[in-house]
C-alpha cells in the first residue's frame, strides 16, 4: 500500500460541494465589487499610537520636573540626605532659586557669615539649624519682623518652603549685605545679632543716628565677638545723650565728685582693671572725677569703678565673662563691653516706673552685683540676662534692661 | 484545463474553478473544518483578484494562492476566537460527513477502503499544522521541495526535515503504508 496513492484518494474526496462552491464565488463576488471602505481599522492603529506617544511625551514633561524638585525638597528636608559638602547645598539653592524662591547663591559663604560652620556639618543640617535658631534666637542673625509671625516669633514649625523663603528674605540677593537691626537708641546691630520679637520703641527713647557695629562676628564662638563697636560713635552718642539729659556737667556734677576714685580692696589695679579704650579714656577719665567716695558705692567683689553717672561702669570678668571691661548704659540700652566690641547688649523691656514682678527681680544670689551710680544700684541676674536698676534710697525700681544676644 | 491569462482580473469562472479546490484542501489541512476552510477560500480569492497582479507563470499564479492561503490560516489560527474554539471538532464534522456521503453502498470491500482512507486521513490530521501542509502539498499536489520551499516561504532543507519527520510521526500510525 502506498501511501501517496493513499492520500490522493483520501485527501481527493475533501471537496466542495456545488453549493458550497457557488457560495463561496458568490461571497468573492460580492467582496471584491464592493467599494473599498475607509480604513477605519488602519486610522485607529496610527490615530492610538500617536495619542499614546503625546500623552507619554506631556506626561514625562510634566512630571520630570515636579519629580526632580521633590527630591531636592526631601534630598533638605531628610535625615538620612548627607551632601557631603557646602558646594552642593549652594548647587540646590540655585536650582530652588530658580523656581522663584530667592535664596542667596554663596550659600556656604552665608552661612559661615551668620556662624554656622558649613564644613562640619551637612548643609540640610545647617539649614535646619537656621530655622530652629531663628525661631529659638540662638543663631546670631537678623530676623525682619515681616518674615516671622504678626507678633515677631514664630509660632508654627517651619515647613520647607517657609524656611526657604525665609531665608529668601533674610538674603535678598546674592552678595547683599543682611539687614541692621536697630537698637532702641536708633543704633544699628550687625546681623549678629537676633531679634526675636519686633522693638517696641520705649518712651523716651533717644535718637542717635550712628552705627557701632563695624566688626564682624566670630563664626565660631558666639560668645566671644557679637557685636563690633565704633569707639568714635559711641563718643557721638554719648555727647548727644549728655546735650539732651545732663547739659553741661560742669555745672551738674559736684565738686566731691571731682576727687579721685578710691583704690577697690584687695584688688591690684594693675592685673584687674582692664584698659579702656583709648576713645573712651577721657569721658573715663573725666566721669571718674565726677563721682565721691560716700556716693560710689563701689566696695565688694566685681565693682571695680565707674564713671559717668549712670552711663560707664566697671564690669566684673567673672560675672560677664572674659575680657568684659565696662557696662555701659545708653538710653534704653545697655552693653557689656570688651573695649569697642559690645559683648552681650541689653535693652529695656520695662517702662520707666513700672514695677516688676517679684520672680523677675532676683536680690539675692552670688550673681548680684552693686554698681554705683549716682542714686542708683544695679542688679545683675544670674544668668545675666536681665539688669535691673533700683533706685539707691527708697528701693524703688527705676528700669530693667533685657539681654538681647 | 482552459488557457487562462496570467492577468488576476481577466478570468474570474476559470481561476475560480481551477484553484479553489486546492486552496480549500490546504485550509482544511491546515484548520480541520470545514466552515473555516470556506472562509480562507474565499479570503484568498477576494485578495487575488483584489490585488489585480499579472503574473509570470502558472506556477508563480499557484504559488502566490498556496502562500496566501497558508498566511490567511495562519491568521485565523492565531486569532482568539479559533484558538478557545474546540480544536478537533471540524475533523470529527468532516468524518461523519465522509460516512454519510459513502453510506449508499455499503458493501465489504467498500468499507475496507472507507477504513483505509479514513486511517490514513486521521494519521495525516493529527501530525502538527506545518507537517500537515508539507504533507499535502508534497504527496497531494505533487510538488517538489524547492517549489513547497519558495510556496511557503521556508528552506528547502526545512521542509526536507519536515517531511522526513511527518514520515516518522506516520509511521506508528499507519504500518500497513510504504512512505
Same mark, same amino acid.
Given at each position: 500500500m502506498n501511501f501517496k496513492e493513499e492520500y490522493k484518494k483520501a485527501a481527493g474526496s475533501l471537496t466542495p460541494d456545488k453549493e458550497c462552491v457557488d457560495r463561496m464565488k458568490a461571497a468573492v463576488l460580492e467582496n471584491i465589487s464592493r467599494p473599498k471602505s475607509f480604513p477605519f481599522k488602519r486610522v485607529a492603529l496610527v490615530g492610538g499610537a500617536v495619542a499614546a506617544c503625546a500623552v507619554i511625551t506631556v506626561a514625562a514633561i510634566t512630571v520630570v520636573p515636579l519629580l526632580s524638585r521633590e527630591r531636592v525638597l526631601n534630598t533638605y528636608m531628610g535625615n538620612d540626605a548627607a551632601l557631603s559638602s557646602s558646594e552642593s547645598c549652594a548647587g540646590y539653592a540655585e536650582d530652588i532659586g530658580e523656581e522663584g524662591i530667592s535664596v542667596q547663591s554663596n550659600g556656604s559663604s552665608a552661612l559661615s557669615d551668620f556662624g554656622v560652620n558649613s564644613d562640619d556639618a551637612a548643609p540640610s543640617d545647617n539649614l535646619t539649624e537656621i530655622a530652629a535658631a531663628s525661631e529659638s534666637d540662638m543663631l546670631t542673625t537678623t530676623v525682619n519682623? *515681616?518674615?516671622?509671625s504678626s507678633d515677631g516669633g514664630?509660632? =508654627? =514649625?517651619?515647613?520647607v518652603s517657609d524656611t526657604l523663603e525665609d531665608l529668601g528674605e533674610v538674603f535678598p540677593e546674592s552678595g547683599a549685605e543682611p539687614e541692621t537691626t536697630l537698637l532702641p537708641n536708633g543704633a544699628s546691630i550687625s546681623p549678629s545679632v537676633i531679634a526675636p520679637e519686633p522693638f517696641e520703641e520705649a518712651p523716651g527713647m533717644l535718637p542717635v543716628e550712628?552705627?557701632?557695629?563695624d566688626t564682624a562676628p566670630s563664626p565660631t564662638n558666639e560668645s566671644e565677638t557679637i557685636i563690633g563697636a565704633d569707639s568714635n560713635s559711641l563718643e557721638a552718642a554719648l555727647t548727644d545723650i549728655f546735650e539732651v539729659e545732663t547739659g553741661d556737667l560742669s555745672e551738674t556734677?559736684? =565738686? *566731691? *565728685?571731682?576727687e579721685p576714685l578710691p583704690e577697690p580692696e584687695g584688688i591690684e589695679p594693675e592685673t584687674e582693671m582692664p584698659p579702656y579704650p583709648e576713645v573712651m579714656e577721657e569721658e573715663t577719665e573725666a566721669a571718674s572725677e565726677t563721682m565721691s567716695a560716700e556716693t560710689n558705692p563701689c566696695t565688694g567683689a566685681g565693682v571695680e569703678a565707674h564713671s559717668l553717672d549712670g552711663i560707664v561702669l566697671a564690669a566684673k570678668e567673672e560675672l560677664f565673662g572674659e575680657g568684659v571691661t565696662a557696662l555701659r548704659i545708653v538710653g534704653n540700652s545697655a552693653m557689656i563691653l570688651n573695649g569697642d566690641n559690645v559683648l552681650i547688649a541689653y535693652e529695656a523691656t520695662f517702662v520707666p516706673g513700672s514695677i516688676p514682678s517679684e520672680s523677675d527681680i532676683p536680690r539675692t544670689g552670688a550673681a548680684i552685683e552693686k554698681y554705683g551710680a549716682e542714686g542708683e544700684y544695679l542688679v545683675c541676674s544670674n544668668d545675666i540676662n536681665l539688669i535691673y536698676v533700683f533706685d539707691r534710697q527708697s528701693g524703688s525700681f527705676i528700669n530693667a534692661y533685657k539681654k538681647i544676644s | 484545463m482552459d488557457v487562462m491569462t496570467l492577468?488576476?482580473?481577466?478570468?474570474f469562472e476559470q481561476v475560480m474553478g481551477f484553484y479553489m479546490p486546492m486552496v480549500y484542501r490546504i485550509a482544511l489541512a491546515r484548520l480541520g473544518s470545514r466552515e473555516d476552510a470556506e472562509d480562507i477560500t474565499q479570503e484568498v480569492f477576494a485578495r487575488y483578484f483584489k490585488a489585480d497582479i499579472t503574473y509570470e507563470s502558472e506556477e508563480h499564479r499557484k504559488a502566490w494562492l498556496i502562500r496566501c492561503a497558508v498566511n490567511c490560516t495562519k491568521s485565523l489560527a492565531g486569532s482568539a476566537w479559533f484558538r478557545h474554539r474546540a480544536g478537533d471538532a471540524g475533523l470529527e464534522n468532516m468524518r461523519e460527513d465522509e460516512d454519510e456521503n459513502s453510506a449508499l453502498s455499503p458493501t465489504e470491500d467498500y468499507t475496507e477502503r472507507l477504513l483505509r482512507k479514513n486511517a490514513v486521513l486521521d494519521a495525516v490530521m493529527r501530525l502538527p499544522v506545518k507537517y500537515r501542509t508539507v504533507i499535502h502539498l508534497f504527496y497531494f499536489e505533487d510538488m517538489t521541495i524547492s517549489e513547497i520551499s519558495r510556496a511557503i516561504g521556508v528552506r528547502e532543507n526545512t521542509v526536507k526535515s519536515q517531511l522526513s519527520r511527518a514520515r516518522e510521526m506516520l509511521k506508528p500510525m499507519l504500518k500497513e503504508v510504504d512512505f
Open positions: 519682623p *515681616a518674615v516671622g514664630y509660632d =508654627e =514649625e517651619p515647613r550712628t552705627s557701632i557695629c556734677i559736684p =565738686e *566731691a *565728685a571731682l | 492577468k488576476a482580473g481577466d478570468s
